[in-house]
């Protein structure tokens, strides 16, 4: 059997060549009806943490039929992490890395606040700032960076199971990487799928 850990950005980034569809819905169809089958003879087995399939299901928060699509796909199994083992190494890295972040979020925001001060007071709108500030500050503190325990969760599951994570998330990959994990982007997993059948 080829197993496989799903992240949940394989079924909503719609950026990825994916050919599965328009919207997360086709995508989730047309995936469901290429691996099903696989699924049912025990030829593939897709995996999620519980934390990463409540994300993914509040993507379709409300759709029943596409809800009962993601839970007949996809086994829902929890790493065990008391088992699991941490190098001090990659613990210092993570530590170190965290700091880098926070302190260039601090200068994100410092330099929005100085630009601000020669902008006039918008009255009754939001001023442009704030989103430039939130988009600037996600991208110095969170891009290229494991930045969940969903995120960690999904990498344990892979290390424990020696399976590929399905991601193309930057920081997922990188810090999978450092655990030792395998992975494969999404457009190459959907190839691997129909080469399946």
Aim: charged share 25%; proline share 5%; aromatic share 8%.
């Amino acid at each position: 059997m080829h197993r496989f850990v799903l992240d949940t950005n394989f079924f909503i980034n719609l950026q990825r060549p994916l050919q599965l569809g328009g919207n997360k819905e086709e995508v989730l169809e047309t995936f469901s009806d290429l691996s099903l089958p696989l699924i049912k003879e025990n030829k593939l087995g897709l995996f999620t943490t519980p934390d990463s399939f409540k994300e993914l299901g509040s993507f379709f928060e409300g759709q029943l039929k596409e809800l009962n699509q993601l839970s007949n796909l996809l086994t829902i199994a929890s790493p065990n992490t008391n088992n699991l083992k941490i190098s001090a190494h990659l613990f210092e890295e993570l530590i170190a890395e965290t700091g880098k972040r926070l302190y260039r979020g601090l200068r994100v925001a410092e330099e929005l606040i100085k630009e601000s001060q020669n902008h006039p007071p918008l009255q009754n709108r939001e001023n442009p700032l704030v989103s430039t500030l939130r988009d600037k500050y996600r991208r110095a503190t969170r891009e290229g960076f494991i930045d969940s325990t969903t995120d960690l969760g999904l990498i344990f599951l892979s290390s424990e199971m020696q399976a590929p994570i399905v991601t193309s998330d930057g920081g997922l990959i990188s810090w999978g990487r450092n655990f030792g994990c395998q992975e494969i982007l999404p457009e190459a997993f959907v190839e691997k799928i129909k080469s399946l059948g």
